[in-house]
């Protein structure tokens, strides 16, 4: 049987494992960004880089490989050598892109979960001018004129429009999906009224509601943001159970050896705790830390894949690629 490249270097790497740990790392770390500097995958990686480079004491670069709302960046690190020296830091898209487009590499199979780094709900909310001031104002308009109520996202199959879409079902009405290619355009038209709401993260949407150039009316975690009191979860507006949440990971190539994962994790999540990034994640993209190890991240991301890839199929959702 001829083995594969891959295969060969995870059987050699496997062998004096705790030798090879104590060694490593040895030359370049890669951290792999699936995704445009900005946004709020790519300032956790650079936020973490300094630190992160002293406390394992390698030089770290931070590659953006952007595409396929993060799936392309994802195949490179799958098959990249589990050595320890290629990461991937993720999005909540990890999670729906197996059911939403068709991908070169299997999600669970080909990448081993590494931290958990933390979560954070989803927003929803409106132009001022509209008359809307709760979900039950909302759902109600929605009823007495059927796919009249329209909602702006960040795109097809985004975990907005996903939860829109779970949210109608267990509501019993229909809206009018309007996706953007990303938060600023959406933003935008919200603000001018073009559409009746909008649906996003609360870094996105927070600054807005503060300003008070949106109304919030929900927002789907399971606790009330600190810095947004007085606006009610979707559990609190008569949904019981119902909560989504972004959310961000870290994965390694398949094969890379435990010690190197366990190490690496948690490093990156002292990293993440010392209190000058954690003030920033939590005020500037409002993350609820979790910095859960390998397992943690392994349970949470089977039982996302589960909960959004249904929503997917049941309703016919196809991506843009």
Do not use: C
């Not at 490593?24 to 900005?38: A, D, Q, T, Y």
């Not at 909960?307 to 843009?320: H, L, M, P, Q, T």
């Amino acid at each position: 049987m001829k083995l594969s490249r891959r295969a060969i270097l995870a059987g050699a790497f496997a062998a004096p494992l705790a030798a090879r740990a104590q060694s490593w790392p040895v030359g370049l770390i890669k951290i792999v960004v699936p995704f445009p500097p900005g946004g709020t995958v790519d300032p956790i990686a650079r936020m973490a880089q300094p630190s992160l480079q002293q406390r394992l004491g390698a030089t770290i670069i931070i590659e953006n490989k952007p595409g396929a709302s993060g799936s392309l960046g994802a195949a490179q690190v799958a098959k990249a050598a589990p050595d320890g020296g290629t990461w991937l830091f993720v999005f909540d898209t990890q999670a729906v892109n197996p059911a939403l487009m068709h991908l070169t590499f299997d999600s669970e199979k080909d990448l081993d979960p590494v931290l958990l780094i933390g979560t954070a709900p989803n927003i929803l909310a409106t132009n001022p001018s509209r008359p809307y001031r709760t979900l039950s104002d909302i759902v109600a308009a929605a009823k007495d004129k059927p796919a009249a109520v329209s909602f702006a996202s960040i795109g097809t199959g985004s975990l907005g429009h996903l939860s829109m879409v779970l949210l109608g079902k267990r509501a019993g009405v229909r809206w009018t999906h309007v996706p953007y290619r990303g938060g600023g355009p959406a933003m935008n038209d919200a603000i001018a009224g073009h559409v009746d709401l909008i649906i996003g993260s609360a870094a996105l949407v927070t600054p807005q509601v503060k300003a008070g150039a949106l109304r919030g009316i929900v927002q789907t975690g399971t606790k009330r943001l600190a810095n947004l009191p007085d606006l009610p979860t979707v559990v609190e507006s008569g949904y019981a159970g119902f909560e989504s949440s972004a959310w961000w990971g870290v994965f390694a190539p398949h094969g890379t050896p435990k010690p190197l994962i366990e190490r690496f994790s948690g490093e990156l999540a002292a990293t993440l705790r010392e209190p000058s990034i954690a003030r920033q994640l939590a005020d500037t993209l409002q993350i609820d830390l979790k910095l859960g190890g390998p397992e943690e991240l392994r349970t949470f991301f089977a039982d996302q894949m589960r909960i959004w890839g249904a929503v997917v199929r049941e309703n016919g959702i196809k991506g843009d690629t």
